[in-house]
């Protein structure tokens, strides 16, 4: 048994973005660093969060039908974060992040991380919203018990990719003009009319199918959860833009359906941020389904 002194254990900060979607005072909460993304509406530019740039406006912005697009953080906004944390004491960085293949993000943060003082691993999560933020929390518990900055990565890397995220929008078209259409373009054309449901599958957009009412979609949405739950414990969080009567219902029909799965977890329930507003559109609904994996996260 050896009696020399014990190694330091090094200080590990988790950094994510704001379309992580966390809840308010989650990423607080864990110690999640949240940096921002940027709404532009028209020439104005606001980082997501401010006043300026909520869910309201955007989705007002968008049925009045004027300019509205996002941009991904500088690497000097990244490199900023990375080198306060190092003046804070901590000795390493994992940065998680939506998925390279919708956003430049990624690219902001390995271009930040390569001058920053301290070791970064940036992780794609190759999801969007807060299956993003799911995989940042994952990473914030590992580094909180103990694990080290590559443990946290690989773990949150896995259950990112464990995640089921299932959406419907009342149209494509806001998806199409911000060019995150991914593999559902084919449903592009005629097809506006219809209401899709959508998945995010390897990082980019996906077709599932087609329905006609938007009640019609509630009820496929809580189906295609339950079964992408099945029996294993999990994670829900259902999001909306200007939706919320939908969205309550949704989450409580998946509160009472999965009452075994979340054992005793709440169903978190709440408007997406501007950033993915201004993708979707008014109207959106979604659910992500997280399997707990058997690890201690709460």
Not at 81 to 110: I, K
Request: some cysteine; overall charge negative.
């Amino acid at each position: 048994m050896t009696t020399g002194p014990e190694l330091d254990t090094p200080r590990v900060a988790v950094v994510t973005d704001s379309t992580a979607s966390l809840p308010p005072g989650v990423a607080e909460e864990h110690g999640v660093v949240v940096v921002p993304l940027q709404v532009v509406v028209g020439s104005e530019v606001h980082d997501e969060g401010s006043p300026e740039a909520t869910p309201e406006a955007v989705a007002t912005a968008l049925r009045e039908s004027r300019s509205v697009s996002t941009s991904r953080p500088a690497p000097e906004v990244f490199r900023e974060v990375y080198a306060r944390l190092a003046a804070a004491g901590y000795d390493e960085v994992v940065s998680v992040h939506l998925s390279a293949d919708m956003s430049g993000t990624v690219e902001s943060a390995q271009l930040a991380a390569r001058e920053a003082p301290v070791p970064v691993t940036v992780l794609d999560s190759r999801q969007v919203g807060v299956a993003t933020g799911y995989a940042a929390l994952t990473a914030a518990h590992t580094v909180a018990s103990g694990g080290t900055a590559a443990e946290a990565a690989a773990i949150a890397r896995y259950r990112a990719g464990k995640c089921h995220s299932y959406f419907y929008v009342d149209t494509l078209e806001h998806l199409r003009r911000g060019g995150r259409i991914g593999a559902a373009a084919a449903l592009l054309g005629g097809a506006l009319a219809v209401k899709p449901l959508l998945t995010i599958e390897r990082g980019v957009v996906g077709s599932l199918e087609r329905v006609r009412t938007s009640g019609r979609a509630l009820a496929r949405l809580a189906d295609l959860a339950v079964e992408a739950a099945g029996e294993d414990q999990v994670d829900v969080c259902v999001a909306h833009l200007a939706s919320p009567e939908r969205a309550e219902q949704l989450a409580e029909r998946l509160a009472d359906r999965l009452a075994d799965n979340l054992d005793g977890r709440e169903v978190w329930c709440g408007e997406v941020g501007a950033v993915l507003g201004a993708h979707v559109g008014p109207g959106m609904l979604a659910v992500c389904v997280a399997p707990r994996l058997l690890l201690d996260i709460d």
